[in-house]
């Protein structure tokens, strides 16, 4: 397996286990996608809220979670419950939890590199931003549950650890 191949799996396995365990649904019914197939997640004109982490250790690099706001609502209301009275502040709160737990739970699968994480950074912006940071060389990956719609960015800067 690859490396890249190896950081693809445990953020897929970790935005999974998210789900299941924190919105009670079918890992299953969680749809995924690389870029360059037909899954948007992030129009150019939306608002976004994104996370990110760099990391370090026997690999370097940064992830970044990203979600629109319509989707960072379905997220907030599935944890919190139903309310139209959602706050900014509810909405960035719900979604660097999604952030910490899937790029946590990827860390865990991915022991073997002894990564150190920074301390989150999150940032509103437009989805034209997100799109040009996609199109660098990084991991791309789409993730839809529902109503709610995520892209992960992973960029792998260096690594100094094979994988076999």
Known sequence: MTIEQSVTHAIDASMRNTFRKML???ANTIQTCSANQTMVCV???DDVIS???QWSGKLAGSITLAINDNSARAWTNGLLGESEDLTEQDLIDAVQELANLVIGGAKSSLEDFDLTMSL???RRTD???LTA???ADCIDMRFKHGPIHVAVFTTLNECL???D
């Open 120 to 122: 989150p950074v999150v």
């Open 51 to 53: 996370v990110t982490i």
């Open 161 to 163: 650890l094979a994988i």
């Open 43 to 45: 129009e150019d004109d």
């Open 127 to 129: 989805g034209r931003s």
């Open 24 to 26: 009670a649904s079918d």
């Open 133 to 135: 940071f996609a199109t």
